[in-house]
């Protein structure tokens, strides 16, 4: 073989030879960089991706807090209980896996619902409960399947209770499933892997201190998705528990007092010296364990098509117009401006003439020489009427928002009303008509346009009560530590000094416990406790007959006891009550009997009215006359009423 052959083949060789080993060297180097990216530059990606492949994150909800009486009762707890969650990013068909699970669990269409409601809004990595309170049969049916249900799990998980169903339901208020529209007040990120959160009532405003802080659980997975172990814990941190100042028995009173007879209206029970409600009762009232899972449609409609409207919280949503509860306010200013004086004195017959307009008294027999006294005893409304013009309209409405009226009143419950202290500005506005002297006749006896709450009432009248101070409500008293069982007190509101004369005081003081011991309070009286307090019969329109308004009358009475050294300020409202307030007397009595008599369970019967004296005594045509009732119009020729019933409530 020639030379020059064998040479061009030994470089031909050497020449493949090194590509080849380029071509080596380059896939070396390409291997490196890649392991120095995976291993250096992306570490941290994908060492987080290495490890989300073999656990999980699973939310621990902490225990919620409770919510208990003055005396330590449970008025909202926990109870265990298994439900079913789906995480619906961890399953690969959500709607075939729904439909096994419906046929699984025999899951009624409104459950599957309910469950869409709540994933709306909410991430798919958190865990929505489509049933709780699973039953042995239905755990064991999900246990045996796990293999074929990826993303969904049986969890031990802690459910809202009321034990007393629907005696607090309107200011303890309850839980209901998370939604969309929960979330726009609180941040969505402290509510994954939670079930519940506050609709109403003090479940809601004490939202943030009640649903504690939650924890977590990094959970070791195998290759078939099975938890098999737990990495590291984060324990949750149990909500405060809740001490209010409300009294089992004294809400018991009221509600049996209340919904036992079937009226619809509202109680108020306050310590007048520092605002702490003692009971709240709304009637008819609702069942707050039905919302706790997501109402079901039954009950739901149950509510809406009752015509007592269950759902309204009357004590601080239900407008009335006072009646006769207002007089003591009025007598209050009119002494402290100088209008009166205590000792004044008028006759009253039983009408007054104004305008060529009749107004008439309840008694149209009439009281004869009346003052301050016997017109608060009995009521007596021309007293009224013509205190009414003396004051003016200025006067009257400068007293009532003196005394909380018109405006929201501060609690802590969401919600409230503001009532209503007509102006002639608001006239004006909203009926483009003037003020006239007639309206304010008819304001001095708290009827025309004027409407207030119960709650409004009960604080205006515990500032009679304590001596001229306007406390705030409160119904919570402290919060509890679960786990250290520390107390720590929710302040009182500093009260407003509304700087009341001694001498209005006094004479207002006498008005209403004469009302109580000879007047037209007297069936409230308690033997052995001293009770002032004031009547009110307010005509509500509720409709037209033959060219006339049609008028029904709510029941209403304030008061406070003991006289001198008070404990308890009572407001009471009966729609539709009747006359003389004889169906809201019987409500107040046992409130007031509840509380400062608890051992003595029997009711006692009413005593007999002391022996009258001269400045309070009634006309005995008053005790023979059929007319002696509320039972006329206000005026004739006089326009304007108003409706004061509540609008429909919702529910949050």
């Known amino acids: ?39 250096v530059l992306h570490y941290s990606k994908f060492r987080e991706l290495a490890y989300d492949n073999h656990v999980a994150l699973v939310p621990l909800a902490p225990p919620r807090g409770l919510i208990l009486a003055d005396h330590g009762e449970v008025l909202a707890e926990n109870q265990p209980t298994y439900a079913l969650e789906i995480t619906p990013d961890q399953v690969p068909h959500l709607q075939q896996s729904l439909q096994f699970l419906q046929h699984l669990l025999n899951l009624s269409p409104e459950e599957l619902q309910q469950f869409t409601a709540r994933r709306a809004g909410k991430p798919d990595f958190d865990p929505i409960v489509l049933k709780a309170d699973l039953n042995p049969t239905q755990i064991a049916a999900v246990s045996v399947r796990a293999m074929e249900l990826p993303g969904v799990r049986i969890v031990a998980m802690m459910h ?104 619809r209206g509202a109680v108020i029970a306050m310590d007048p010296n520092n605002g702490g409600i003692l009971a709240m009762v709304t009637s008819p009232s609702f069942n707050a364990n039905w919302f706790v899972d997501g109402i079901s449609n039954a009950h739901w409609q149950s509510l809406l098509n009752n015509p007592g409207r269950p759902l309204m919280n009357r ?74 013009v003396k004051m003016g309209i200025d006067l009257q409405d400068k007293t009532l928002w003196r005394f909380g009226f018109g405006q929201k009143t501060p609690i802590d419950l969401p919600g409230g009303a503001n009532g209503l202290v007509p102006t002639p500005a608001w006239k004006r506005a909203h009926l483009h008509a003037p003020w006239y002297t007639g309206d304010s006749v008819i304001l001095g006896i708290g009827q025309g346009y ?144 509840a509380y400062l008599q608890p051992d003595q369970t029997a009711p006692a019967p009413a005593p007999a009215p002391a022996p009258q004296k001269l400045s309070t005594k009634m006309p005995a045509k008053v005790a023979q006359s059929a007319s002696a009732h509320y039972d006329a119009p206000l005026s004739y020729g006089e326009k304007g009423s108003v409706n004061p019933r509540p609008a429909q409530s919702t529910v949050q």
Request: hydrophobic letters at 40%.
């Open 315 to 388: 004590a601080d949503n239900g407008l009335y117009p006072p009646g006769s509860c207002a007089k003591p306010f009025y007598t209050i200013q009119a002494v402290q401006e100088g209008v009166i004086s205590p000792a004044f004195h008028t006759y009253c017959p039983g009408n007054y003439q104004l305008g060529g307009h009749t107004y008439w008294d309840w008694n149209r027999g009439g009281f004869g020489e009346t003052g301050i006294t016997k017109a608060l005893a009995w009521s007596v409304d021309v007293f009224y009427y013509k205190l009414a």
């Open 160 to 263: 809202r209770h009321y034990p007393y169903d629907a005696l607090f339901s309107h200011v303890v208020g309850y839980v209901g499933p998370i939604t969309a529209a929960d979330l726009k007040d609180f941040h969505a990120n402290k509510y994954v892997g939670r079930n519940y959160i506050g609709k109403n009532g003090l479940e809601r405003y004490y939202e943030r201190q009640l649903r504690g802080d939650m924890g977590y659980e990094i959970k070791d997975i195998n290759a078939r998705g099975l938890p098999v172990g737990t990495l590291r814990q984060i324990a949750a941190h149990p909500g405060s528990n809740l001490m209010t100042h409300l009294r089992l028995r004294v809400q018991e009173a009221g509600a049996e007092a209340l919904q036992g007879k079937g009226y």
């Open 1 to 39: 073989m020639p030379l020059s052959e064998s040479l061009k083949r030994t470089r031909s060789f050497r020449l493949r030879l090194g590509v080849a080993a380029l071509l080596m060297l380059l896939a070396i180097l390409g291997v490196v960089l890649r392991i120095v990216d995976l291993q």
């Open 450 to 593: 004027l409407l207030e709450t119960p709650l409004q009432l009960v604080r205006a009248v515990s500032a009679l009560a304590n001596g001229g101070y306007l406390v705030q409500p409160q119904v919570a008293k402290a919060f509890i530590d679960p786990q250290s069982g520390k107390t720590i007190p929710i302040p009182n509101a500093a009260p407003v000094n509304l700087h009341i004369s001694t001498e209005a005081m006094h004479a207002v003081h006498l008005g209403m416990e004469a009302c109580v011991n000879t007047g037209t309070c007297h069936t409230v009286s308690i033997p052995g406790i001293s009770i002032a307090g004031k009547t009110g019969t307010a005509q509500v329109p509720m409709g037209y007959k033959n060219g006339r308004t049609i008028y029904n009358n709510d029941s209403l009475f304030i008061g406070w006891a003991p006289v001198d050294h008070p404990k308890i300020a009572v407001a009471v409202v009966v729609e539709n009550g009747g006359y003389n307030a004889w169906q809201a007397l019987p409500v107040a009595r046992a409130v007031i009997k």
